[in-house]
């Protein structure tokens, strides 16, 4: 095998063994109409489903546990992020996108606004 062959089974081998993705946390900000003083304003988004979608296709989706936390494996990329369990409500996701960087895990906090007010 010559120099170039072996440097592409490398490659393909970099890009099939070393993982990316997104980890990080998603929180409902408000979570209550008002805000008191001495009490977090801000609660886990807990139990929800997240879809990544490149384009019109969805890539992958994660569930997040009690604590709002998350991680989900994606190839390279920039992805729109979505909550399908939200879809009739007026929840808006921060950040909308992400990119991820090839053999990284990028951490992410979400913020969901889901029109209270």
């Known amino acids: ?9 490398f490659s393909a081998l970099f890009l099939t063994v070393v993982p990316s993705g997104a980890f990080g946390t998603v929180v409902i900000d ?18 929800d489903v997240l879809a990544f979608w490149r384009g019109t296709k969805r890539i992958a989706t994660a569930t997040t546990g009690i604590d ?10 920039l992805y729109r992020i979505t ?5 009739g409500a007026r929840a808006t996701v ?12 990028v951490r992410v906090a979400i913020r969901v606004d ?4």
């Not at 095998?1 to 089974?9: F, I, P, R, S, Y």
């Not at 909550?83 to 879809?87: A, E, I, Q, T």
């Not at 921060?94 to 895990?105: C, E, K, T, Y």
């Not at 889901?114 to 007010?117: A, E, L, N, P, T």
């Open 83 to 87: 909550l399908p369990h939200r879809v």
């Open 1 to 9: 095998m010559g120099e170039m062959g072996l440097a592409a089974v």
């Open 30 to 47: 408000p979570a209550r109409p008002v805000c008191i003083a001495g009490q977090p304003c801000t609660a886990p988004d807990a139990h």
């Open 114 to 117: 889901v029109g209270i007010r």
């Open 68 to 77: 709002g936390g998350f991680r989900v494996t994606l190839v390279p990329g």
């Open 94 to 105: 921060s950040p909308a996108q992400i990119r991820v960087l090839r053999g990284r895990f």
